[in-house]
């Protein structure tokens, strides 16, 4: 832990005077054995000590921040600081909860130490990871609580689509037509391939529109066997069938009721259940198995797919009066590779989760961050989650290119380039599926035609022509004048 010195004005520590003793060696080694965070600010606001627990919690580190205003602090932390005043308000005793990046509560709480005549002089900010405190009151105890620490394949550390809003117009379209389509009651339903964020995106619209009382009910429509499908979805009364629960039991559409029922995988619905589901989705009642009556169930409904719905529609696998009434509003999840400006921005939201979970903190080399960005993803933002799970996992402090997996380390990932074609009657270049030898060209002419499909790939994958420049390279201007030359005739 390191110190910025505090001039007292006073000549020498005493009993009235003890704040002058930050700059004993002894003193930072104590704070750093220190299960909370602490964070020693000065009366000017400048941030005076900071020790490793609280290094850890707000993922900074204390070289960045020793003799910074608070406000650096703040600002470069992966805290939500609601109360971004903190020390420069009244001083008086404040705690609140604020949370990390990858969901877990944190205690903030001031203390304010002041000199004999009354004046604050020090400022004490303690930070307390609850899920850490939770944990070592129940092994104090002897309570059988579970392991509260989840490996990070399995934490909620899914996309952070604030961020994403800021950083893609794309995201920014689709949440705003997701958010609208469920205040006005609309049906939703999201295309796109395994992996790409579905869940998340549903989970996330949810609470745009809702409160965190409302209940959210995830149903993977592929893992409910046919014969169970009316049961579990509808639920059934007492003495329904042999084995059942002399209690009956609610259906999953019931305990939506309220809030949001995610339908995920609904192209895997055999087609006999679509027919009980369609009834549901037609006047919004639920009768149960065994019951006389039904009940009405107000809830929002969104369902996602990575199959080619409307196709199995054509060939007869999914009923078209399903499709008509989930397919209210339709929105299509990017694949990763088509979003490659979100990658720095998904490698540092998952590198900070894993990194709440190790230590020494783990880095990426430059290297290394380069293949990843070189890389398709094609199990995409998932693939990326367990890649960092595996870097986290196979590097000590510092990721580099041999830690990566074999398939991206050991494969050519520069940037695949198709073949140039030129069609009969058209000047510009279209992509062909392989790289065919044309001796009816001139190879100047070939050579620049490729050149061009290479600058375009680059542009697309890096997602500017900057970067694209950095990444082949060139300087910026050459990407420009390049992109400007017309194309050479055949």
């Not at 895997?268 to 919004?284: M, T």
Request: proline residues 5%; charged residues 25%.
């Amino acid at each position: 832990m390191k110190f910025k010195a505090i001039e007292m004005g006073a000549t020498s520590p005493s009993a009235t005077d003890p704040w002058t003793v930050l700059d004993d060696p002894g003193l930072s080694l104590i704070m750093d054995r220190m299960i909370d965070g602490i964070i020693i600010v000065d009366a000017k606001g400048i941030v005076s000590a900071i020790n490793s627990a609280a290094a850890d919690i707000t993922n900074i580190k204390p070289d960045e921040i020793i003799g910074a205003p608070m406000s650096t602090l703040t600002a470069n932390s992966t805290l939500d600081w609601q109360g971004n005043d903190l020390v420069s308000g009244t001083g008086k005793k404040r705690e609140f909860i604020t949370v990390t990046e990858d969901g877990r509560s944190i205690l903030l709480a001031l203390r304010t130490l002041r000199d004999t005549s009354g004046e604050p002089v020090l400022k004490l900010i303690f930070l307390r990871d609850l899920q850490v405190f939770d944990h070592m009151r129940r092994m104090a105890t002897g309570l059988d609580g579970g392991n509260v620490f989840k490996f990070l394949g399995d934490r909620d550390v899914g996309p952070d689509f604030e961020a994403q809003r800021r950083l893609s117009p794309e995201v920014e379209r689709m949440i705003t037509q997701g958010t609208r389509a469920l205040h006005q009651g609309a049906r939703l339903l999201l295309i796109g391939e395994s992996g790409s964020g579905k869940t998340e995106l549903t989970k996330y619209l949810h609470r745009a529109v809702g409160t965190p009382e409302e209940p959210f009910i995830h149903v993977n429509c592929g893992a409910i066997p046919e014969s169970l499908f009316e049961s579990e979805m509808f639920g059934y009364e007492k003495g329904a069938f042999t084995g059942a629960l002399q209690t009956g039991k609610r259906g999953l559409i019931e305990s939506a009721e309220g809030g949001t029922l995610f339908l995920d995988e609904i192209g895997e619905i055999p087609l006999p259940s679509q027919a009980k589901l369609l009834k549901f989705l037609e006047d919004g009642v639920v009768q149960r198995i065994g019951g006389r009556s039904g009940r009405k169930v107000n809830a929002r409904v969104v369902s996602a797919t990575n199959r080619d719905l409307w196709k199995q529609v054509t060939d007869k696998q999914f009923r078209h009066d399903l499709y008509y009434r989930l397919a209210v509003i339709t929105l299509e999840v990017a694949p990763l590779r088509h979003q490659p400006h979100l990658i720095q921005h998904l490698v540092d939201h998952f590198l900070a989760a894993a990194n709440r979970m190790r230590k020494p903190r783990l880095r990426i080399s430059d290297p290394c961050l380069e293949r990843l960005h070189a890389y398709s993803f094609p199990g995409n933002i998932r693939e990326l989650h367990n890649l960092i799970q595996h870097l986290s996992v196979a590097a000590d402090d510092t990721a580099e290119v041999e830690h990566l997996p074999p398939h991206i380390r050991d494969t050519n990932t520069d940037i695949r380039v198709p073949a140039p074609h030129v069609e009969p009657g058209r000047s510009e270049v279209t992509v062909a599926p392989s790289l065919e030898l044309d001796l009816s060209r001139p190879l100047k002419n070939q050579v620049r035609t490729f050149e061009r499909i290479l600058i375009t790939a680059a542009i697309d994958r890096f997602g500017s022509k900057r970067k694209a420049a950095k990444a082949l390279g060139v300087d910026i201007g050459t990407i420009v004048r390049k992109t400007k030359e017309a194309p050479e005739a055949s």
